[in-house]
């Protein structure tokens, strides 16, 4: 029993570590997204996960408090939020406005970090998907053509007879199977999925376009989970707030001392009571939000230029003819017939990753 759990679980982990391999399918900022920053979110995510674990807020309770009283105030008060007041402020003594005051995102940065580690993988994912309904198999090509062994003058020949063979067919048959039935691109309604031989482009080229919407949507959720609606640029306004010397103190971004409420009841009365609580955990919150935050503005631009290269580059017929001439490094009259009729976009693209592979 304990044999088979074992097995079990070194499948599952062998499956997990087999996810953080780059695939050769795709090029850097493909594996930016799918590899770097979907590690990066994990880690950030067990980092704040361990500084969590055991003391996570420290509450000034009063000097009658027993030891149990006193963990028992920290734990309420770590679970139903704490809210922020600044300094030289009143607290307010209306419960509403205590309550709009609140911060309820602390506990809740692991997971947010984890669950966008799963969609920055998810790309990826369907790319791995769609990719193979061409009968274009896109890792064994590049496999093939980027092996070591190649260097061999027999294995090499091999290699390039089965690449040649694999490419061929697979052309082929969307050549054929495209003449009979035009709706097997998924794009048929923007007509890309029209232009026989641009399935796998068509997808690799979607796959981009989730990158980008990826992105977007991290930076929305960002401020969303934060709670920071009154100033939508997060990142731009914490370093704002360095450069003009404004601390925690004076934004309330990441508050590291907060305020709680909480009823206790003795001899069947209520007594309520408001302790200040210190959330040592934002000190290491806000640095990571913060690069984050820069990380991945930095990954929309990229993301947008390299798609719009890319898009260039698979649509244009002067381009992909360009292209090919040169990593060919040849140019006859059969060129122009060689790129537009039988390596098409597919073809070309397939020769594109052979650089990243």
Request: net charge neutral.
């Amino acid at each position: 029993m304990v044999s088979g759990s074992y097995r079990v679980g070194m499948h599952l982990l062998t499956s997990a570590l087999r996810l953080l391999e780059p695939r050769v399918d795709d090029d850097f900022v493909d594996r930016l997204h799918y590899l770097y920053t979907s590690t990066m979110f994990f880690l950030f995510s067990i980092i704040v996960s361990a500084k969590q674990y055991g003391h996570p807020i420290e509450c000034f309770v009063p000097a009658q408090f027993t030891k149990a009283m006193e963990q028992y105030t920290e734990n309420y008060c770590w679970v139903q939020n704490t809210y922020w007041v600044p300094f030289q402020d009143l607290i307010p003594h209306r419960l509403d406005d205590r309550e709009r005051r609140q911060i309820g995102y602390y506990q809740w940065v692991p997971f947010a970090l984890a669950i966008a580690a799963i969609m920055f993988h998810m790309p990826s994912t369907i790319w791995r998907i769609l990719s193979t309904q061409s009968g274009l198999n896109m890792s064994l090509v590049i496999q093939l053509a980027s092996q070591d062994q190649n260097v061999d003058p027999l294995i090499r020949d091999h290699s390039v007879e089965v690449l040649t063979r694999h490419i061929d067919d697979a052309l082929k048959y969307q050549r054929d199977y495209g003449s009979r039935n035009k709706s097997v691109y998924l794009f048929a309604v923007l007509k890309l999925g029209k232009i026989y031989g641009a399935y796998v482009s068509v997808v690799y080229l979607f796959v981009k376009s989730l990158h980008l919407c990826n992105v977007i949507l991290q930076f929305i959720m960002l401020n969303n989970f934060l709670e920071t609606s009154n100033y939508p640029f997060f990142g731009g306004h914490v370093l704002y707030d360095l450069i003009m010397g404004r601390e925690w103190r004076d934004s309330g971004r990441f508050p590291r001392v907060t305020l709680c409420d909480f009823e206790i009841r003795v001899l069947g009365n209520v007594h309520r009571h408001t302790v200040q609580c210190v959330l040592v955990v934002n000190m290491l919150t806000e640095k990571i939000f913060l690069f984050l935050w820069l990380w991945l503005l930095l990954l929309s631009f990229g993301t947008a230029i390299n798609m719009i290269i890319w898009t260039l580059s698979l649509s244009l017929a002067d381009w992909r003819h360009a292209f090919v001439t040169k990593f060919l490094e040849c140019e006859s009259n059969q060129t122009h017939r060689f790129v537009h009729h039988f390596l098409r976009p597919d073809g070309v693209l397939i020769l594109h990753l052979f650089k990243f592979g």
